[in-house]
């Protein structure tokens, strides 16, 4: 008693441990029970009974065979149901009725809603569970229409009471929606081309393609809408009853989250096979069918044939094992008596395939066939005495026969017409007559006689001769289901050589006399003489071609080099040239960062810069770049690099290209150092032209200062000051002061040249730039006119946008010069925003460029000035400013336009920069 009454304390006390384990391991299953609700909801579950409306909507939610909810929704609600106790009334009807139901309150769930701001004025949602993907769906043959954007002035189908009606006609208000009544009418709007396309979500028209086969149609993504969410919907005077929705929802697991969703939407557990690839329809097809009916030959062995206990066994049995469970779905073999019995069931659709089965014309009527998946060889069986029979031709007038309904009796018929081919029920039959005497032999496989000599005709008769056809045997599927013949041509295509070696095995063991035929054991060794022959020729030409590839490699102009495991293994003369090594053991077995300095030009390590460039192109396959090189004696030079992944004797190397480019650089450090002073001499001629604009521009309000001042004095002197006057005589004094020390500040930020990046207001940079040009304007007789825009902000380089602004307006002042009407000289620049760039436009009204010269406006040095008046850098200057500098892009085209009722043409700058 003590040691019972000790042992079960221990095992008290151990209690705790075991409950705190069962947490651990089972988390889900714990934490899926729980719900936690408050007595005043238990008391109204307790008292009421909950009617919940579902539609027809497989597989969202719908009533199944036995009048009960199903679907995804439908699992979803189940287990809310089972966790929180609720009861409930389950009440079918379509989509448009159950919602004006719920709204006149007769039902007090909805499972299946889109969240709205309208329906959030009459019901409640819970959080959202699950989203459906929506698409639009139109006839196969329509390749116009890609998006919802293409159907605008288009018919629209989409169902009554759908929740994205209310976004469709606010985004496009230009499609014509059409409502329909449910997913048929829909589906048959499009197919009698009453509507352009149908709105219905993507998984809910799958199902039904694929439930009722229909053809012509396809689905377009839509990618102007989110996937919508699915919710429980409850009604709005009943909060206790939306808390225990929402509590019996949140207690649903991920794991049981996922568990419903691949149920319904994926096939569970699909054998994992590379070679199989099923499409989305291929899958909810398979997901969808749950039964393949096969009909099957009843007495064709070791093939296939029904035991006495009614089971499919053969070798198509241990095939469609395999099919089966690759599909994980069930196959159904369906009972018949005969061959031709079998053939009768396809023709009549009562199956949907033949099991095993060679394609004929006449079978290609009612069934598509796979590719073959056996391949036998068909012989002929006589009685023992009759000789080997090497030419099957031999046998010409003697009676032969064949099972009835064989694919071979139309062709052996048509190619031995002298052979008396007679149709048997079955294959014992056959070999029955032969065994009597009454038919000379039986044509058929070498598998099925094989397999009935060891069980019924053994030491009776035996294989005598074989023809020069196959039994080519693949599956027949009925052809007006072509989803199914891919599904199971895809698995005929993975089926593994030791698997079909293995089911031959298990099955098949007899061997055919044949004789010796010396003839072919000549023809065999010729073969073999010609097939040495060819090996030593073709090993004299790989060696030649050797030598070639040695030599081109060798004295190849440009560096030539193998690298492997980031190594050099060989390389050419003209590398050694380069680095000046005397031979090429002197870099095998290095790294390139020990043939380069330290660092290369943009400041990393020779070393980690090698690595990424090799990284690069292994992932790319090639890699070109710029690399600097060290030679034997310190110096340094440029190389282009081209490295290039290949495969050499079963290892994987980069083949490296290298071309010194030191001239190249060189020349171009001379070109960037010329381009550099002509910049500043045309920055400096810029400048000269402003210093001048700026002295016409101050002489009017220094004389203004310069007559208020002596007017002042003068006033003193003769006694008539008038101190009232005074302040109005000083303002005018300080407001033209203050308009030259504007000049001076504006002219002192453009020279002072720096080059800084910030974000500066472009209508206020184009300000100051038209006051730097103001003398040039009022000289030069030039009305320019403005539409800037207020809050455009750049993160640019603000001194050389100006600079950029007064080499284009120098080009218009120019040619605008040489035009008669003086006082008819225009130039306009508008600025505005467009997404996320900003838009400057300058254009006159000078009559353009010529076509012939107004693309290389651009271009370095052009100009169509006298070489005293230009140096065709300004437009250059401009176009790498705007371009390399700010990361903008720069045009210029000629346009027509009306400005005051009159028709201008003239030259238009487009500048586009990136907005900040």
């Keep these: 008693m003590l040691g019972y009454n000790n042992?079960?304390?221990?095992?008290?006390?151990?209690?705790?441990?075991?409950?705190?384990?069962?947490?651990?391991?089972?988390?889900?299953?714990?934490?899926?029970?729980?719900?936690?609700?408050?007595?005043?909801?238990?008391?109204?579950?307790?008292?009421?009974?909950?009617?919940v409306g579902v539609e027809q909507w497989n597989p969202i939610v719908f009533l199944n065979d036995k009048k009960e909810i199903d679907g995804i929704c439908g699992d979803f609600v189940k287990l809310i149901i089972k966790r929180t106790g609720l009861k409930v009334d389950i009440v079918g009807g379509e989509w448009d009725q159950l919602l004006d139901d719920f709204k006149n309150k007769k039902l007090d769930i909805l499972p299946d809603v889109y969240s709205t701001e309208k329906r959030k004025k009459f019901g409640l949602f819970s959080d959202p569970y699950f989203k459906i993907k929506d698409a639009l769906h139109l006839k196969d043959t329509n390749n116009n229409i890609h998006s919802l954007k293409d159907l605008e002035g288009k018919r629209l189908a989409i169902q009554k009471g759908n929740g994205n009606i209310d976004k469709i006609q606010e985004k496009f208000p230009k499609i014509k929606l059409v409502f329909t009544k449910d997913l048929d009418n829909s589906i048959n709007y499009v197919l009698n081309n009453k509507v352009d396309a149908f709105y219905a979500g993507q998984i809910y028209v799958y199902t039904k393609i694929n439930n009722e086969l229909i053809?012509?149609?396809?689905?377009?993504?839509?990618?102007?809408?989110?996937?919508?969410?699915?919710?429980?919907?409850?009604?709005?005077?009943?909060?206790?009853?939306?808390?225990?929705?929402?509590?019996?929802?949140?207690?649903?697991?991920?794991?049981?989250?996922?568990?419903i969703l691949r149920k319904w939407i994926y096939v569970k557990n699909i054998?994992?096979?590379?070679?199989?690839?099923?499409?989305?329809?291929?899958?909810?097809?398979?997901?969808?069918?749950?039964?393949?009916?096969?009909?099957?030959?009843?007495?064709?062995?070791?093939?296939?044939?029904?035991?006495?206990?009614?089971?499919?066994?053969?070798?198509?049995?241990?095939?469609?094992?395999?099919?089966?469970?690759?599909?994980?779905?069930?196959?159904?073999?369906?009972?018949?008596?005969?061959?031709?019995?079998?053939?009768?069931?396809?023709?009549?659709?009562?199956?949907?395939?033949?099991?095993?089965?060679?394609?004929?014309?006449?079978?290609?009527?009612?069934?598509?066939?796979?590719?073959?998946?056996?391949?036998?060889?068909?012989?002929?069986?006589?009685?023992?005495?009759?000789?080997?029979?090497?030419?099957?031709?031999?046998?010409?007038?003697?009676?032969?026969?064949?099972?009835?309904?064989?694919?071979?009796?139309?062709?052996?018929?048509?190619?031995?017409?002298?052979?008396?081919?007679?149709?048997?029920?079955?294959?014992?039959?056959?070999?029955?007559?032969?065994?009597?005497?009454?038919?000379?032999?039986?044509?058929?496989?070498?598998?099925?006689?094989?397999?009935?000599?060891?069980?019924?005709?053994?030491?009776?008769?035996?294989?005598?001769?074989?023809?020069?056809?196959?039994?080519?045997?693949?599956?027949?599927?009925?052809?007006?289901?072509?989803?199914?013949?891919?599904?199971?041509?895809?698995?005929?295509n993975s089926l593994e050589t030791k698997q079909q070696q293995k089911i031959l095995n298990d099955w098949i063991s007899i061997k055919y006399e044949k004789g010796i035929d010396y003839s072919l054991v000549w023809q065999i060794l010729i073969i073999m003489f010609i097939i040495i022959l060819f090996f030593i020729y073709r090993q004299n030409i790989i060696r030649n071609q050797k030598r070639i590839f040695e030599t081109l490699f060798n004295d190849a102009p440009d560096g030539l080099s193998i690298m492997k495991d980031n190594k050099f293994i060989d390389c050419n003369k003209a590398i050694l040239k380069m680095l000046k090594f005397d031979i090429k053991e002197d870099m095998l077995d290095m790294h390139p960062s020990k043939l380069s300095p330290k660092f290369q030009p943009d400041g990393q390590l020779s070393f980690d810069k090698a690595n990424?460039?090799?990284?690069?192109?292994?992932?790319?396959?090639?890699?070109?770049?710029?690399?600097?090189?060290?030679?034997?004696?310190?110096?340094?030079?440029?190389?282009?690099?081209?490295?290039?992944?290949?495969?050499?004797?079963?290892?994987?190397?980069?083949?490296?290209?290298?071309?010194?480019?030191?001239?190249?650089?060189?020349?171009?450090?001379?070109?960037?150092?010329?381009?550099?002073?002509?910049?500043?001499?045309?920055?400096?001629?810029?400048?000269?032209?402003?210093?001048?604009?700026?002295?016409?521009?101050?002489?009017q309000p220094l004389s203004v200062i310069s007559t208020a001042s002596t007017g002042v004095i003068m006033q003193k002197k003769l006694n008539i000051f008038d101190e009232s006057k005074l302040i109005n005589t000083c303002t005018i004094i300080n407001d033209n002061a203050q308009y030259l020390s504007k000049t001076i500040d504006d002219f002192k930020n453009f020279i002072k040249g720096d080059r800084i990046k910030k974000i500066f207001s472009l209508k206020d940079n184009i300000n100051s730039f038209l006051h730097l040009i103001d003398g040039s304007i009022k000289s030069h007789d030039i009305n320019v006119i403005l539409d800037l825009s207020d809050d455009i902000k750049i993160d640019g380089y603000e001194n050389e946008l100006i600079q950029c602004f007064i080499n284009i307006f120098n080009n218009a002042k120019d040619i605008l010069e040489e035009m008669e009407d003086e006082d008819n000289r225009l130039i306009f620049i508008y600025t505005f925003k467009e997404e996320n760039k900003v838009i400057i436009k300058i254009k006159d009204n000078a009559g353009g460029i010529s076509q012939d010269i107004i693309s290389k406006v651009f271009e370095p040095y052009f100009t169509t000035k006298h070489k005293s008046q230009g140096t065709g850098l300004g437009l250059h200057m401009t176009y790498n400013l705007i371009v390399d500098g700010m990361g903008g892009i720069i045009e210029v085209n000629n346009v027509s336009y009306e400005y005051d009722g009159k028709n201008y043409v003239g030259a238009e700058f487009t500048i586009t920069l990136p907005l900040n």
């Design 215 to 259: 053809k012509g149609l396809k689905s377009v993504q839509i990618t102007s809408f989110k996937a919508p969410s699915i919710h429980l919907f409850s009604k709005l005077n009943e909060p206790l009853l939306a808390s225990v929705l929402q509590k019996g929802l949140k207690s649903i697991t991920s794991q049981e989250r996922s568990d």
């Design 271 to 492: 054998k994992k096979n590379n070679n199989i690839k099923f499409s989305e329809k291929e899958i909810l097809y398979l997901k969808n069918k749950k039964v393949i009916s096969m009909c099957i030959d009843p007495n064709w062995m070791p093939f296939e044939k029904f035991d006495e206990n009614g089971k499919h066994v053969g070798m198509t049995a241990d095939y469609f094992k395999i099919f089966s469970n690759t599909l994980q779905v069930d196959i159904k073999p369906i009972q018949t008596k005969t061959w031709d019995e079998t053939i009768q069931f396809a023709k009549s659709r009562k199956c949907d395939i033949l099991s095993l089965a060679m394609e004929t014309p006449k079978r290609k009527e009612y069934f598509d066939f796979t590719t073959p998946y056996l391949k036998i060889a068909l012989v002929i069986a006589t009685k023992l005495d009759v000789p080997f029979i090497n030419d099957i031709k031999s046998i010409s007038g003697k009676k032969v026969c064949i099972s009835k309904g064989y694919a071979f009796v139309e062709i052996l018929k048509t190619k031995y017409p002298n052979i008396n081919i007679v149709e048997v029920e079955n294959i014992i039959e056959g070999l029955d007559k032969v065994s009597k005497g009454e038919l000379f032999g039986y044509v058929g496989t070498l598998a099925s006689i094989g397999h009935k000599f060891q069980t019924q005709f053994n030491g009776e008769l035996k294989i005598a001769g074989k023809f020069d056809e196959n039994w080519e045997l693949g599956i027949g599927v009925r052809n007006d289901d072509k989803v199914l013949f891919d599904i199971l041509q895809k698995v005929v």
């Design 7 to 51: 042992n079960m304390k221990n095992k008290i006390n151990k209690l705790p441990i075991y409950i705190l384990l069962c947490l651990m391991i089972f988390p889900n299953i714990v934490l899926a029970q729980s719900v936690n609700l408050t007595q005043e909801e238990k008391e109204f579950i307790k008292k009421s009974t909950i009617k």
């Design 612 to 699: 990424k460039m090799i990284q690069i192109t292994i992932d790319a396959g090639s890699n070109n770049f710029e690399w600097v090189h060290l030679k034997t004696n310190g110096d340094e030079f440029w190389v282009d690099i081209t490295l290039t992944t290949m495969v050499l004797n079963n290892e994987d190397i980069i083949y490296i290209v290298w071309k010194d480019i030191s001239e190249k650089k060189e020349l171009e450090k001379d070109l960037i150092k010329k381009e550099e002073q002509l910049f500043k001499a045309e920055k400096m001629a810029s400048m000269g032209e402003m210093i001048g604009n700026i002295a016409h521009q101050w002489r």
